[in-house]
């Protein structure tokens, strides 16, 4: 629709049509809650009423979702629209950003994950992390697996060490890549090998939650595939978190989807129903291409 707007002469113009879907956006926004079915039976992770602050800036509003053991959640929407704000809420990396401050109840197992007195050293052992760029440390393959476990206390000696790092390389499908060369630096592996090391190192410290912030938006599309099946298989073990650009992958690798705008939680529900039948306009808007 190409509204027209009355300028100070009299004369007719017309509006911004970014401004005039944001503004629509807003006032639709602001009067709805959540729609869907945000919570669920056997949760790991519960949050209510979480909103994320940077200094005065206000970046998630009011949202409240369940993500239950061993499912795989995916959060999609627009850039900027705080989904990896909200997943790093979960192992409490935002306290390494200046100004951000964090409100609301968020859970692990009913446990409190901002109590006052919450080590965060083995939270995040807990609730591991795999970033949207590979970074294994400056080691050799073998110290990237083992340096978690080292640290943690997990092991010690080297016969309990070759074990973690040979169980965990192998559920991240990558120890019949690099066997044979265990002691060569993990900088060398081709970007999805990188990506499968990572994920190695996040589960070698027995995590019960992995977070996967855009874990693929680096690599080409067989490593994609090998991630992608990596996540089914690891799903067994863990409870999954995942953000994602892309609604393909959301659809083929989640039980349940999220959909995040300008900081709200608009709808969340088992995937197929999120993608052939939304119950919001934002979320149909976005999953047909209207804006996004």
Not at 46 to 70: P, W
Not at 76 to 94: A, D, E, V
Not at 238 to 261: D, E, K, L, N, P
Request: aromatic share 6%.
């Amino acid at each position: 629709m190409n509204t027209m707007t009355l300028d100070g002469t009299g004369l007719t113009e017309p509006a911004n049509p970014q401004t005039l879907e944001s503004e629509t956006v807003d006032s639709q926004i602001k009067v709805r809650e959540t729609v869907g079915a945000p919570f669920c039976d056997n949760a790991k992770l519960k949050m209510r009423n979480v909103n994320v602050f940077y200094s005065e800036t206000q970046a998630i509003h009011n949202v409240s979702l369940d993500i239950g053991r061993n499912e795989v959640v995916a959060m999609i929407g627009p850039s900027g629209c705080g989904k990896s704000t909200f997943l790093r809420c979960l192992n409490r990396m935002n306290d390494t950003i200046e100004g951000c401050r964090v409100e609301g109840d968020l859970t692990l197992d009913d446990e409190p994950i901002y109590g006052p007195k919450v080590d965060v050293v083995p939270l995040r052992a807990r609730v591991g992390m795999v970033f949207q760029k590979p970074n294994p440390f400056p080691k050799s393959i073998y110290e990237n697996v083992a340096y978690g476990p080292k640290i943690h206390g997990i092991a010690s000696r080297r016969a309990e060490l070759d074990e973690i790092v040979e169980n965990s390389l192998r559920r991240a499908g990558l120890w019949n890549e690099v066997k044979d060369r265990l002691d060569k630096p993990g900088t060398g592996l081709s970007g999805g090998q990188q990506q499968r090391l990572c994920i190695a190192r996040a589960i070698a410290v027995s995590p019960e939650v992995i977070l996967m912030d855009e874990p693929c938006s680096a690599l080409d599309p067989i490593a994609t595939a090998r991630i992608e099946e990596l996540i089914d298989e690891l799903r067994k073990n863990y409870t999954i978190a995942i953000v994602t650009h892309s609604m393909q992958q959301a659809a083929r690798v989640s039980q349940r989807t999220a959909y995040f705008h300008l900081g709200h939680l608009v709808e969340v529900n088992d995937t197929e129903t999120v993608f052939t039948n939304p119950q919001h306009e934002l979320t149909e808007a976005y999953i047909t291409g209207r804006f996004g």
